[in-house]
């Protein structure tokens, strides 16, 4: 699997969750990628790890992944949260690249961003 497609289904899991207000089961996600459920397992936990803010709740017996509402919300910086995922991921897709160009001022806009 490229790397591309990992960032591609997170990219997608994380849409998800921001379109529905109720957020969405493994099953449900994994249905709307079209992957196995432990693949979206997979993905969730690499999310928690990067610091998605991403829990767990139980509605009517079952267990519903969801992103907390500050999340939702506007950010003290002009970026919504599709754009500062769309940064996140960026940064994965250029270190596979190894030492390039845009690795210095990457590196400090996240150490901007996260100090933020």
């Known amino acids: 699997m490229a790397r591309g497609d990992q960032l591609s289904r997170q990219w997608k899991i994380v849409q998800l969750m921001l379109a529905s207000q109720r957020g969405k089961s493994v ?17 969730l936990e690499a999310l928690q790890a990067a610091g998605f803010p991403l829990y767990t709740d139980f509605e ?9 509402e500050s ?7 002009p970026l ?3 754009e500062l995922m769309a940064l ?3 940064r994965g897709l250029l270190q596979a ?5 845009f690795a210095e001022p990457l ?4 150490e ?4 933020t």
Not at 60 to 68: A, E, S
Not at 97 to 101: A, I, M, P, Q, S
Not at 107 to 110: E, I, K, N, Q, R
């Open 27 to 43: 099953a449900q996600i994994s249905n709307a990628l079209g992957c196995h459920e432990r693949t979206v397992y997979r993905d």
């Open 60 to 68: 009517g017996g079952k267990k519903h992944w969801r992103l907390m």
């Open 71 to 77: 999340a939702c919300q506007s950010l003290p910086l």
């Open 80 to 82: 919504n949260l599709s």
């Open 88 to 90: 996140y991921f960026s």
């Open 97 to 101: 690249l190894g030492d390039h160009l």
């Open 107 to 110: 590196s400090s806009l996240f």
């Open 112 to 115: 901007k961003v996260n100090t």
